[in-house]
């Protein structure tokens, strides 16, 4: 019936729409739930940004989601590979996306983000340091910068800059999802980029 109930939402939707969908699944729903509400996205010619991870995300990567976003913990399950240095993390990347993926970002926590885009090549964004209250958040603050640099059609360089900084304003915030503008401005011109291949 959920499934339904996207059908018609996105038939009604101009094509051209993002989903973004996050989070683990309940324990009894099918692990292809997402693989199937990704291809129904596309069918109606809507991008999917997923955030979630284990078999859930295996699967859906056989349906080619436009965007997705594991942590290095999520990665390293994905790939088999410990996540030891960046350079590992681009070629963990690359292994998501030649399983599917889009496009593909890792967060590596206080070593901020790696991005790679197929034919665009891998960056990795570091936002300044934070004392942070919590980190409980962050990573829905990234994916929703991504998806917003997405639909504004943001070059590489003010997207990273964008979701490293909201990512790291939503460590200051009193709750999760309650980040401040003007810390995210504070610290977009503060985010090191750097082009690894």
Same mark, same amino acid.
């Given at each position: ?7 018609? !939402?996105? @038939?009604?939707?101009?094509? &051209? ?9 309940? %324990?009894a729903t099918d692990p292809d ?23 859930? !995300?295996?699967? %859906?990567?056989?349906?080619?989601? $436009? ?27 690359? @292994? !998501? ?33 934070? $004392? ?11 994916? %929703?910068?991504?998806?917003? /640099? @997405? ?15 909201? &990512?790291? /304003?939503?460590?200051?915030? $009193? ?6 503008? %003007? ?15």
């Amino acid at each position: 019936s959920f499934l339904a109930a996207c059908e018609r !939402l996105f @038939s009604n939707e101009a094509a &051209g729409a993002t989903l973004i969908v996050s989070g683990s699944l309940p %324990a009894a729903t099918d692990p292809d739930f997402y693989a199937d509400l990704t291809d129904l996205a596309h069918r109606h010619g809507h991008a999917m940004f997923l955030d979630t991870s284990g078999e859930p !995300l295996r699967r %859906a990567l056989e349906s080619n989601p $436009d965007f997705i976003k594991p942590n290095r913990t999520e990665a390293e399950v994905l790939t088999g590979e410990q996540i030891t240095n960046r350079d590992v993390a681009r070629k963990a990347a690359e @292994s !998501l996306r030649a399983l599917g993926a889009q496009s593909v970002v890792i967060s590596l926590g206080h070593e901020g983000l790696l991005w790679y885009q197929h034919g665009q090549g891998t960056f990795q964004a570091q936002p300044e340091s934070v $004392d942070h209250r919590s980190t409980v958040g962050c990573g829905d603050a990234t994916v %929703a910068a991504f998806a917003y /640099a @997405s639909a504004m059609n943001f070059d590489t360089d003010k997207t990273l800059r964008l979701a490293a900084a909201c &990512g790291a /304003a939503n460590c200051l915030a $009193d709750l999760p999802g309650q980040l401040s503008l %003007a810390d995210v401005r504070n610290f977009e011109p503060r985010v090191r980029i750097e082009r690894m291949a």
